[in-house]
Each structure stands twice: as C-alpha cells, then as structure tokens.
C-alpha cells in the first residue's frame, strides 16, 4: 500500500473516536440558535457543517489543515527550480494533514501519472456536445459520463461494509483527479485551438503536465501548480463544496458528486465570477476608445454597474471581511512578474476604487475582493485570454479540497445529508405574526 494511503488509514483510525465521542457525549451541546434570518438567508453563519480539510476566518481568511497560504507554500517540499509545491505534495497533505517528504510527494506523482489516461470515450463525449457549450458544461459532462469508471459503486453493489466506503471513495478521487488536467486542457484546445490537442507527457507533474498540453511555456507550469492549490478549498459551506457535500452524503459516488459541484460553481455569485470579472474589465477597457483609464472613469462605470440592478464581479463574499487571502497571493505573483501589465494596472485601480464604492452603495457586507478579482489577469498574461474557460481552471482546483473531504466523510460515515424545512407560516407563528 502507498505511504499516502496508509498515513491515511491511521489518521482515520486515530480521527473515528473523536467523531464518535462527539455524537454519543456532545450531542445535545447548542452550536447556537438558527434564526429566521438564517433561515431564509442562505443558512448564513449556521454552524451546521464539520470539515477538518480547511477553515475560513472571516477575517483571517483560508487556512489549509491549520496552515495559512503563504505557510502552506512555504512548508511543502518543492522540486529543484520551481516555486512552487506540486499539486500531488498538496493532495497528500489536504488528505493527512502532514506535510509529505519530496519523496512522499513523488510517489504521490508516479501513482497519478499510472491513473491519468482518459477513456477514450470521454473525447467522444466532449466532441458530440454542440460548439457553443459552455466550457463548464463540457467539464461537468465528461466528468459524470465517467461514472461507470467507479470504483466506490461497484464495491457498494457487492456488499461493501460501511467502514470501508472511503477506500474505494479515495480510489475513485485519486483516479478522477489524476485525470483532470488532461480534460481540462483537452477542452481548451477543442474549444479555442482548432481542436488541435496535445498529448500528456507520461515525465510531468500534475501542474507541468497541465501546461504542457495547454501548449504554454514555463512558468505557466509554476502558475498552475498555484492556481490549483490556492483554488483547492474554502471549507465546505460554499456552494461547490456544500453541493460535493450533499450528493456524496447520498452515497452517490465521486463522480457523481463532483459533477454536480462544478455546476454550482458554474454560477456567476460563485466560481462564474472570475469569468465575470475579465468580461466587465474588458468592456470597460474597449469603452475607454484607447484612452488611459483614470480612478474617476473607474468610479463612474463600477457606479453604472450598480445601478443597472448588478454585482460587481470580484467583490464581496458570504463569509470573508477583508480582502481575500488568495486576492492578495495572486497579487503578489503579479507584483512580482508582471507589474507594468496593463491589465493589472487596470484591476489595480479597481482595487483602489470599488471598496469605497460599495461601502457607499452601502448594500455589500464585505466591499474587498475575493480570489476572483485577480485570478484572470494572470491567465490572460501566459495567453489565456478565453475566459469562459477561467471557471474549469478554478474548478480542477477545487476538485482537490472537495474529493479530500468527501473521503473523510465517507471514513468518518457522516450521513445522509437533510435539514429541516419549515413552512413560511410556522415561521410567522415563531415569529407571533399569525
Ligand atoms: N456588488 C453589488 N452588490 C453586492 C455585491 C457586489 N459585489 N456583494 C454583495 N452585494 C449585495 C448583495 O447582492 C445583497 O443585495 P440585496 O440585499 O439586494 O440582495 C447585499 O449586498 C448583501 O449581500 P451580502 O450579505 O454582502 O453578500 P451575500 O453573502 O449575500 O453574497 C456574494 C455574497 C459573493 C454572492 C456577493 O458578494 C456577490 O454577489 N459578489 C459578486 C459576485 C462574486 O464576486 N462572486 C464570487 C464570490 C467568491 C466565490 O465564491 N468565488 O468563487
């Protein structure tokens, strides 16, 4: 058995007492009282969810098993000559919680490379779709015409005991996840390069083979290998996580499952809105007619936006009340590698400019920008320009924390997921208005 699979095993043995104790001691314990506000509000702030993968501060922002980003990076093992840590060395540790020796991390790679080979039949899938599919359909698409790959349902369908269901969950979301760049970039070159693929290339890594058969040169290797760690988790009440949550709580299987979360984060209040984001920047740069943007012109489209009855793309978040963590590291990249980018100078005096518009819109409970107001100028500088594909990059990464939670949930043997409604009535009768 792979050394990542083993420390896994312990740490599910090690993690069941806990969860256990919880439920039989704990149960009673009052995590606070659901209003109706909460109620009808999107569950907001309900504490309602266990995710031991990742946390989010709404000040503080994400952390990574305990790790804050820049930590994150900083503590995994990197290969010689790049900055940042491989996507399997992450894989790893969101799965354990430890940080993988570069040995550890390589075997991680060598077992994703033997999974990776897409059937066949997925490029037939992808090519029957009609022209003008979005690119988040076609990445939904192939996923779930892959579940007859799973290896979870079949095990199921033979008897398999409840304590065992997260082995063959692990195994499917390894196998799926090891597949991923290659779908990725596969319909990205379907889509906007004439159909002309590039093979993988059985030598690389997760990050370095994605930017490979993007057809793009280093450091794009490096920048996937960010994009998708930093992309990875936002603990599980958000949209994609919560629905990756959900359909797996039913025991549906990862394919499944993953499907149905990056069609929620296929919405433009979610994942959508780094696509959203380049749309609204362009159309206001080709606006200006060629002339140099000013904070006064930025004010005054953001103000447009507003008051045609829209959000501004990049702003925002549920639980956040800063500016966003992943903004600021991929404003640091840019800081660093492209700071004379025209693009970037433009979503630099966003910056400046929208947090002061929106505080005197005075509707937004958070004016900062969240990851999804920096993600695209970086796509768009390494050729990237396409950027209805923005939510598949996004959603490669979030396939990573959300598999790794799902194979906890299936060790721990959360279950079948399902709050209570109530009728708006009962809520008026609570609320001694009827
Ligand atoms: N522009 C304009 N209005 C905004 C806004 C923004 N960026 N952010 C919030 N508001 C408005 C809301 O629409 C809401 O208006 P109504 O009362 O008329 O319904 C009001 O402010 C209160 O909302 P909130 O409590 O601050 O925010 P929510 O928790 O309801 O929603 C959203 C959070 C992220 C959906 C919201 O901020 C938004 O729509 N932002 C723009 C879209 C976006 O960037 N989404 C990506 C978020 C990060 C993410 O998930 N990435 O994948």
């Not at 799973?150 to 008897?159: D, I, L, P, R, T």
Request: aromatic share 10%; net charge negative; charged share 25%.
């Amino acid at each position: 058995m792979s050394s990542l699979k083993e420390t896994l095993r312990q740490k599910i043995e090690e993690h069941r007492p806990r969860t256990t104790r919880l439920l039989k001691e704990h149960s009673d314990v009052k995590l606070g009282e659901v209003t109706i506000g909460q109620a009808i509000g999107g569950a907001r702030g309900v504490r309602c969810l266990v995710t031991d993968t990742s946390y989010l501060d709404p000040m503080e922002g994400i952390r990574f098993r305990g790790k804050t980003i820049p930590e994150t990076f900083a503590a995994l093992p990197k290969e010689p000559g790049r900055d940042y840590p491989s996507v399997e060395s992450f894989w790893y540790f969101i799965l354990t919680g430890e940080i993988p020796t570069l040995e550890q991390a390589q075997e991680v790679e060598a077992d994703f490379k033997k999974r990776a080979k897409v059937p066949e039949y997925v490029w037939d899938v992808l090519r029957a779709l009609p022209e003008d599919s979005h690119p988040m359909a076609m990445f939904s698409s192939a996923i779930v015409a892959m579940q007859r790959e799973s290896v979870f349902a079949k095990a199921y369908n033979e008897g398999l005991g409840k304590m065992d269901f997260w082995d063959p969950t692990y195994e499917d979301a390894t196998n799926l996840l090891a597949k991923l760049p290659t779908i990725g970039a596969f319909i990205y070159r379907l889509k906007f390069k004439g159909g002309k693929i590039i093979d993988p290339d059985p030598n690389l890594d997760f990050g370095g083979n994605f930017a490979h058969m993007m057809g793009i040169d280093a450091p794009y290797d490096d920048v996937a290998r960010m994009y998708f760690i930093l992309h990875s988790d936002h603990e599980s009440g958000n949209v994609s996580a919560h629905t990756i949550h959900l359909v797996a709580s039913a025991l549906s299987d990862p394919y499944y499952a993953l499907s149905a979360g990056i069609n929620g984060l296929a919405g433009p209040l979610h994942g959508l809105a780094n696509e959203n984001v380049l749309r609204w920047t362009q159309g206001f740069i080709e606006g200006l007619g060629g002339k140099e943007p000013t904070e006064d012109v930025i004010r005054e489209a953001l103000w447009d936006t507003l008051n045609s009855g829209q959000v501004i793309p990049g702003y925002g978040h549920a639980v956040l009340r800063k500016t966003d963590p992943r903004y600021m590291s991929q404003r640091e990249f840019c800081l660093k590698n492209l700071p004379d980018y025209p693009l970037f100078k433009v979503i630099s005096m966003i910056y400046q400019v929208a947090p002061g518009v929106l505080k005197e819109h005075g509707k937004a409970a958070n004016p900062w920008p969240n990851v999804d107001a920096q993600s695209g100028v970086i796509q768009w500088y390494y050729g990237v320009t396409e950027y209805s594909f923005y939510t598949v990059l996004f959603g490669i990464g979030r396939a990573i924390g959300t598999l790794a939670n799902i194979t906890w949930d299936r060790a721990l043997g959360y279950p079948i997921e399902r709050p209570k409604s109530l009728t708006t009535a009962m809520l008026e009768e609570a609320a001694g208005i009827k």
